[in-house]
C-alpha cells in the first residue's frame, strides 16, 4: 500500500514540475529546489530548440509507456522518465526527474535531472 501512495505522490509532482514549465513559472521550481541540477536557462533552451509549446499532459499519459518510474536499488529513491506534451500532442522530449526518499521512506526532495529528446 505504501509504495502506492508514494507513486501517487510522484505523479503530483511529475504533474506539478509540468505545469510550472507549461506556465514559465521558474521562479516556482527553484523556491521548491527542483532546478539544483538544471537550470531556468537550460530548460528555456532546450524547449527553444525543440519548438512549440509545452501543454498539458493528459491523466492518461500517467498510465502508459509516456511514464516510467523505475526505483533505486539502494531503496535512496525513484528515477523518472515523463514524455512532455507539446502544441497538444505528445513528444519525444523526456522529462527526467529524481525523487528522494529518507530512512522512513518518505519523500524527502526532488529535482529535475534533464530534459532531453529520447
Do not use: P
Not at 527553444?48 to 491523466?59: F, N, P, Q, R
Amino acid at each position: 500500500m505504501k509504495r502506492g501512495i508514494i507513486l501517487d505522490e510522484i505523479m503530483q509532482l511529475c504533474k506539478r514540475i509540468t505545469a510550472y514549465i507549461q506556465e514559465g513559472d521558474y521562479g516556482s521550481l527553484a523556491r521548491e529546489y527542483v532546478l539544483r541540477r538544471v537550470s531556468e536557462l537550460d530548460i528555456r533552451r532546450v524547449l527553444g530548440e525543440y519548438g512549440g509549446s509545452v501543454t498539458a499532459i493528459s491523466e492518461e499519459a500517467f498510465h502508459s509507456d509516456a511514464y516510467h518510474v523505475v526505483t533505486y536499488k539502494d531503496g535512496s529513491g525513484y528515477h523518472v522518465d515523463l514524455e512532455l506534451w507539446i502544441d497538444g500532442s505528445r513528444s519525444d522530449l523526456t522529462l527526467q526527474v529524481e525523487v528522494n526518499m529518507d530512512e522512513n521512506r518518505e519523500i524527502c526532495g526532488f529535482h529535475i535531472l534533464d530534459l532531453l529528446v529520447m
